[in-house]
């Protein structure tokens, strides 16, 4: 604590950019006057009135707050009076070339922590509904986390092991490599901030589908590039899936209009966003 706050009265910069409430606090309350401090925020609040109030209470003396979409610029904006909140969205790095799918593999993903908020149990559901119409579909999760165990102990109940498989965590070079085996990406969070996991798959011709109830793939996705499913209706994403699954022509279609989509977040044009931040016009 004490080596951080020496650091940051010491530091000769003309920005510190900090990623956690707690160096927020740091930097806003020990920074030279003259440094211009940016404060950034990747999650979703879910409406949490504590955690609201501990992210706004870090941002005393911080001069911007970068938000990763429109919706929580606009509400942390009304919130924070010497703080202006800017809208920046997370950035595709290296968007590869748009792959048309030849064969269907009856393959899918989902990528991120086992934990609730990812909402892995409805779509342990969802691929046993999926078996009915297809018995050889096969869904393989990446990530790790403390649900594990559960999910293992579902997946067991209901008789899916051939059909799910918890794969752990995967280096990132390694899994893009990987994803172009899988004809659909799933997600079941209940909450996301940004979906970009969401536009790593859309940038790797692989089409989405998520439950509307998550705002990152509410901003991202809609009717033309992905699927979309209202009210967490279960039977409607596994019939989604099961439809895609059969019409590999609407596949194209649909990965098609997600691939252009993705590629307004490229790097080169996103970072244009931060320069313009860091000149502070």
């Known amino acids: 604590y004490l080596k951080n706050i020496l650091y940051i009265e010491e530091v000769n910069s003309k920005y510190i950019i900090s990623t956690r409430d707690f160096h927020n606090k740091l930097v806003g309350n020990n920074k030279n006057r003259d440094i211009i401090a940016i404060a950034t925020e ?35 904006d009304k919130k924070l009076n010497d703080t202006k909140c800017i809208y920046i ?10 792959k048309n799918k030849t064969k269907i593999n009856n393959k899918l993903i989902s990528i991120g922590r086992l934990v609730e908020e990812k909402g892995y149990e409805d779509l342990i559901d969802i691929v046993e509904l999926i078996k009915k119409e297809k018995n050889n579909i096969q869904l393989d999760i990446y990530g790790d986390g403390p ?30 490599k990987k994803i172009n085996e899988y004809d659909l990406y799933l997600m079941t969070s209940y909450t996301e901030s940004f979906g970009l996991v969401l536009l790593e798959a859309m940038s790797n011709s692989i089409v989405c589908i998520a439950f509307d109830e998550a705002n990152g793939a509410k901003k991202l996705l809609s009717e033309k590039n992905g699927v979309l499913v209202s009210n967490r209706n279960k039977e409607e994403f596994a019939n989604n899936v099961v ?39």
């Open 243 to 281: 439809n895609l699954l059969n019409d590999i022509n609407k596949i194209n279609k649909i990965s098609a209009k997600g691939y252009e989509e993705s590629k307004k977040y490229d790097i080169n044009l996103i970072k244009n966003k931060w320069m313009d931040l860091l000149k502070c016009k």
């Open 89 to 98: 969205p997370n950035v595709i790095e290296n968007i590869p070339k748009y």
């Open 147 to 176: 649900l594990k165990n559960k999910l293992l102990s579902k997946i067991k109940k209901l008789n899916l092991n051939d059909n799910i498989k918890l794969c752990g965590f995967c280096e990132y070079d390694i899994l893009i």
């Open 42 to 76: 990747h999650n979703y609040h879910n409406n949490d009135e504590k955690y609201i109030k501990k992210l706004c209470d870090s941002c005393n003396n911080i001069d911007y707050l970068v938000l990763v979409s429109e919706e929580l610029r606009d509400f942390y």
